[in-house]
T-cell receptor, first 113, second 115 residues
Framework: AQSVTQLDSQVPVFEEAPVELRCNYSSSVSVYLFWYVQYPNQGLQLLLKYLSGSTLVESINGFEAEFNKSQTSFHLRKPSVHISDTAEYFC???????????FGKGTTLSVSS | GAVVSQHPSRVICKSGTSVKIECRSLDFQATTMFWYRQFPKQSLMLMATSNEGSKATYEQGVEKDKFLINHASLTLSTLTVTSAHPEDSSFYICSGRTSPGDTQYFGPGTRLTVL
């Protein structure tokens, strides 16, 4: 079985500041890792994912996450946030055998000017 | 990316009635579909996993006789909440996936309110 811990429930930052949303997972098997974003009143959207290969993965809107197997972490970072990045961010894990996504409790990122 | 739709987006019903929620993959074949429930300000909790043509596998604590799931085709899964009660009020979200390791694509969710 897998589990996901998102260490921060809320992260308030100012526009153009860097941000890191932390995610740790536990699993007895190899996993795939994901970050999803949920904007207010919208459905979940895939932000980025790690399946294999390079441990650093990037999204098209400037976010990146690094898979660290030794620390069982998959933290999400962005060097400079925008107001439009305000949303709920969910870290998720699935086993490579094809199990369903298991989600963390989410982190609310609030970007203000 | 692939698109998943849900219908209805919002439903209000009386206690004791049944409600059916449809989940459709519009531009891909979803071999596996998942149903989640999301409480306000909380994460998504997996309710069940269904493979096309097979019976759904329910997570521990989810009543299979109350939450009926049908996955009759590669593009359609339905969740029927039978004899709904106020405590069943929640946001129900489905997702679809073509194969293990592929991205799960999520529907926009259905807000169920039971009076």
């Amino acid at each position: 079985a897998q589990s996901v811990t998102q260490l921060d429930s809320q992260v308030p930052v100012f526009e153009e500041a860097p941000v890191e949303l932390r995610c740790n997972y536990s699993s007895s098997v190899s996993v795939y890792l994901f970050w999803y974003v949920q904007y207010p009143n919208q459905g979940l959207q895939l932000l980025l994912k790690y399946l294999s290969g390079s441990t650093l993965v990037e999204s098209i809107n400037g976010f990146e996450a690094e898979f660290n197997k030794s620390q069982t972490s998959f933290h999400l970072r962005k060097p400079s946030v925008h107001i439009s990045d305000t949303a709920e961010y969910f870290c998720a894990v699935s086993g490579k055998a094809g199990t369903a996504l298991i989600f963390g409790k989410g982190t609310t990122l609030s970007v203000s000017s | 990316g692939a698109v998943v739709s849900q219908h209805p987006s919002r439903v209000i019903c009386k206690s004791g009635t049944s409600v059916k929620i449809e989940c459709r993959s519009l531009d891909f074949q979803a071999t596996t579909m998942f149903w989640y429930r999301q409480f306000p300000k909380q994460s998504l909790m997996l309710m069940a996993t269904s493979n096309e043509g097979s019976k759904a596998t329910y997570e521990q604590g989810v009543e299979k006789d109350k939450f009926l799931i049908n996955h009759a085709s590669l593009t359609l899964s339905t969740l029927t909440v039978t004899s709904a009660h106020p405590e069943d009020s929640s946001f129900y979200i489905c997702s679809g996936r073509t194969s293990p390791g592929d991205t799960q694509y999520f529907g926009p969710g259905t807000r169920l309110t039971v009076l």
